[in-house]
Each structure stands twice: as C-alpha cells, then as structure tokens.
C-alpha cells in the first residue's frame, strides 16, 4: 500500500500528495552546524589531563547530542510526518510524529482558495495556500506548499468536477 493511501476512504482517489517544501528545515540545519561547532571547540577546550576532563569530555559530547536532537532531529520528524493530501472528496492536512492531529475540509464546503507567495518563496517555488471553507473552523493554512498554484487549480478542478457530476472520475 502506498504511503498515501492510507488517508483515502474507500470512495476516494487519490489527486494530489505533497509534503512542507524542504526549505522548511534549513533554518534547522543551520542549528545543526552551530551545534556541533560549539560541541567540537568545547571538546577542544576541555582538558583531558585533569581528573575531570573525561567525564567533563563526555559531558560536552552528551550535550551537543541532546542538542542535536532537540533542535534537528525533532524538527526533521515534524516536517517528515506533514503531508498535505487532496482527494475527490476533501482535501486533508495531517502533522505530528509522536502526537498526530489532521484536520479535512470536504470539497463541497470549500468556498475560497488563494495562495501568497513573496519574492525568495517564488525563487525557490513554494509559498503559502488559504481555504476558505463554510465549516465552523472556517480556514485552513498549508503553509510551504510546493508549487502553491498548481495545488490551487487542482482543488478547483476537482471542485468544478464535484459540481458537475459527483459521481464521475477524477481529473489526472
């Protein structure tokens, strides 16, 4: 089974399936660096002659993978596990690694989709999509939407294709 599939109901085909734009995580690879230039001049620093220069070694290298940890690994399984989903009948955003939440707005209650995009997100082809729905929680925001104009026509597509005829096939 496809990775995607798991969030189709069994009257439901498969449109479009994306990911947070990678750009998400350079801001944590970023950290990353720092973070183990800071543990490597600490190790450096710390002297291993002295009595507690070992424990205080292993202290520094425990340090910085804690750090590493925290500050790029976690954020890496977060953006790894938000997928943006859209389907014949609703369009879908799922996020979280060990606590999960989704939220679906069905097709039928979309009323708006707009997309912003500014000057760097345009040069690296990702920016931010608005659903407007007439649901009690009104909008929804995909933010680091690869390609957002692309995802914006296809909800309209599949939108148009709904009004139509609900029963008929999905556009490709």
């Known amino acids: ?9 069994d009257d439901e085909d498969l449109v479009y399936y994306t990911r947070q734009h990678w750009t998400t995580l350079v801001s944590e690879f970023l950290i990353l660096l720092v973070i183990i230039a800071v543990g490597g001049a600490l190790a450096w620093v710390v002297p291993t002659e002295e009595e507690w220069g070992g424990p205080a070694l292993w202290a520094v290298l425990g340090a910085t993978l ?3 940890l925290w500050f790029w690994l976690i954020p890496m399984l977060q953006w790894r596990s938000t997928v943006y989903v859209l389907t014949t009948k609703r369009l879908h ?6 606590t ?10 979309v009323n708006d989709v707009s997309y912003s ?3 760097w997100e345009r040069i690296m082809r990702y920016g931010t999509l608005h659903i407007q729905s007439a649901s ?4 929804m925001t995909l933010k680091h939407v690869p390609d957002p104009e692309l995802l914006k026509t ?5 939108i148009d294709r709904i009004s139509a005829d609900p029963y008929s096939e999905p556009l490709p």
Do not use: W
């Open 136 to 139: 009690e929680q009104g909008k």
């Open 66 to 68: 804690l750090a590493a």
């Open 93 to 98: 955003k799922r996020m979280g690694f060990l």
């Open 117 to 119: 995009v500014n000057l």
């Open 100 to 109: 999960k939440s989704g939220r679906s707005i069905p097709l039928t209650r």
């Open 1 to 9: 089974m496809p990775i995607a599939d798991r969030y189709l109901a």
């Open 154 to 158: 296809k909800v309209y597509q599949q």
